[in-house]
């Protein structure tokens, strides 16, 4: 297909929890090429059939398509459409046409078992976005494209647009309405996490896993399966800043300090894991895990993922 019949430079598809991700990628990437990415198209696509819109697009209309590639990806409705357009392209026009970013470094597949084994992935803990940019960049000048050099007013603009979103986070992180706001988001991750532990309770009954929280908004709580557990909370120091807070899951053997629980042995506390609060270009509260050099913005639903597989692979290795 000739370089004018595309519509689209670039294509990004996505799962529901790497939406923070994908909308940092595309301000990123969008001052030099023509991205497609869903949640900013949604007024434009209001109305059209998903099906076929999302055939087009990743099927013909996109030069190159780069796929936020974790295990769940292909299952859900819009990305199982993206994952058959991406296959019947492919069959015709071979791989070269994209680039997979796997999510989340602890699933041992790294990209579909259907895409060729020396085809090159992109992986964050090394490259981190800007480099996962450059090689988007890199990929689609390969395939004959040419990028588009901003003009000193565009460059402009783009630097106002940064200093307003530092703006925007810096009130987010600092005063009582961004608080709330994050509160409502740790809400959200309690809730996942509580789904979470329903579906590991389905596949795993052998290690008998539960969970318990206060019911308070903000509230902790706690994972056991004993005689090991894991503690999850967040709670700002103070009612209007939150920048050195931490959402933390912590892994004990032994039941963790609760509330009306006593115990003989005293528990005892092992690693964990840490999410700083922060807040999207798009104005939604965000977490960023502390632990990763080159950690994307995640949201509560994949916060939670994350936390769960932790406490999974200790769980394992106990």
């Not at 030069?63 to 492919?90: D, Q, S």
């Not at 896993?209 to 005689?227: A, C, I, Q, W, Y």
């Amino acid at each position: 297909m000739a370089a004018s019949q595309f519509e689209y430079d670039v294509a990004i598809s996505f799962g529901y929890k790497d939406e923070p991700f994908a909308n940092k990628l595309y301000e990123l990437l969008k001052g030099r090429l023509k991205v497609f990415l869903y949640s900013k198209e949604q007024e434009k696509l209001a109305g059209t059939d998903g099906e076929a819109t999302f055939n087009e697009v990743f099927g013909t209309q996109a030069k190159l398509v780069v796929v936020l590639y974790r295990e769940a990806w292909g299952k859900t409705p819009f990305t199982r459409f993206e994952e058959t357009a991406i296959r019947n392209r492919a069959y015709s026009d071979g791989y070269d046409f994209t680039v997979f970013i796997p999510m989340d470094d602890t699933e041992r597949q790294k990209v579909p078992n259907w895409v060729p084994k020396n085809r090159l992935y992109v992986g964050l803990e090394r490259w981190g976005i800007e480099g996962a940019c450059g090689v988007i960049e890199a990929r689609f000048s390969e395939l004959g494209g040419e990028i588009h050099e901003e003009t000193v007013q565009e460059i402009a603009a783009k630097a106002a647009e940064k200093l307003a979103y530092e703006d925007r986070r810096e009130k987010h992180l600092s005063t009582h309405e961004g608080v709330n706001a994050q509160r409502a988001s740790f809400d959200e991750v309690r809730e996942k996490l509580i789904e979470g532990v329903a579906t590991i309770q389905k596949s795993l009954p052998a290690i008998a896993l539960t969970e318990k929280h206060d019911g308070r908004p903000g509230g902790s709580m706690v994972f056991l399966s004993n005689p090991i557990a894991m503690s999850v909370g967040w709670r700002p120091e103070y009612a209007n800043v939150m920048r050195e807070s931490r959402l933390q899951a912590t892994f004990w053997n032994g039941h963790p300090p609760w509330p009306g629980i006593m115990t003989f042995d005293t528990p005892q506390e092992g690693a964990s894991i840490s999410f700083a609060p922060d807040l999207t270009e798009d104005g939604r509260p965000a977490w960023k895990q502390t632990h990763k050099a080159a950690a994307a913005l995640l949201s509560p639903s994949g916060v939670a993922d994350v936390i769960l597989k932790w406490f999974l692979a200790k769980i394992q290795k106990g």
